[in-house]
Every structure is written in C-alpha cells, then in structure tokens.
C-alpha cells in the first residue's frame, strides 16, 4: 500500500495541512503516517538538567495531536498511524520516511510569522529530501 508521511506541529494550519494530506491520501488509496519532530538542542546552553523533562513534555504534545490527526484521518476513512521524534527535522523525516517506506512527504506552508520560510521549504528541504532518499516532498 503506498504511504505518506505528513509533518504537523498542531494549530490550525496544521489543521488544514492534515485534511489536505487525507485527501491525497483517499485519492490515491494511501495509508498516512503523520510526524512531530521536536529539537530541544537549544535548550542546553540554558538549562541542562531540564531537558530531558522537555523532550517527555513534547513526546507526550506530539503523541496527543497526532492522535487528534489519526481521528481525522480513520474518520475520512484513511487507514492512519503517527509517529514522534526528537532532533533536526529533515533528517528525522528522512528517517521516518525510509522506515515507513513513504512515497510522498507532505509539508504544510509555513505561518507568516514562523521562522521557517516557503523558500526553505520548496528550495531547499524538498529538493534535499528528493536527493537523499528519491521520495517527493510537496508543501501545501
């Protein structure tokens, strides 16, 4: 069966990336595999000790939005899972996607104040993406 992987951090445009990866999905009878990367790196020249009580506090955000996400995808009727990781995004997407044997990563654009940009995202993380591992990656 072919697999998509759909990166999502929560709120409402990730909201409308999630339907808009369950209805490739449908169209192309896929299953979908949505992810939550989160990187606390930056925490350690702040507070060490803390963070591996930060890396639990978003496991466990991660792991209660993705399971939102599922919701809506198995009421759509798309078969669907989810999975959290921790560190540099691209190459936890790259991992998750080689070990789901993902077809097509779905990436959401990004909100006019986030840091991350759509240039970034078409420019850069897609085609690195597509030439580490041959999978497309699409913003929507």
Do not use: W
């Not at 990166?7 to 990730?14: K, L, M, P, V, Y």
């Not at 449908?26 to 963070?51: H, M, Q, T």
């Not at 496991?59 to 009727?77: I, N, P, S, Y």
């Not at 779905?106 to 850069?124: F, I, K, M």
């Amino acid at each position: 069966m072919d697999v998509l992987l759909c990166a999502t951090r929560g709120g409402e445009a990730s909201i409308q990336t999630q339907e808009q990866a369950i209805e490739i999905a449908k169209e192309r009878g896929a299953r979908i595999i949505f992810i939550f990367v989160s990187d606390v790196r930056f925490l350690d020249i702040y507070s060490a000790p803390r963070v591996p009580a930060m890396e639990d506090e978003m496991q466990h955000l991660g792991e209660f939005l993705l399971l939102m996400a599922k919701e809506r995808a198995e009421k759509a009727g798309v078969d669907a899972d989810f999975t959290v990781r921790q560190g540099d995004f691209k190459a936890a997407l790259i991992a998750a996607a080689e070990e789901h044997g993902a077809s097509l990563i779905v990436l959401g654009r990004p909100a006019d104040d986030s840091l991350t940009t759509l240039d970034y995202l078409e420019n850069e993380l897609s085609p690195a993406i597509k030439e580490a591992t041959g999978i497309e990656t699409i913003v929507v």
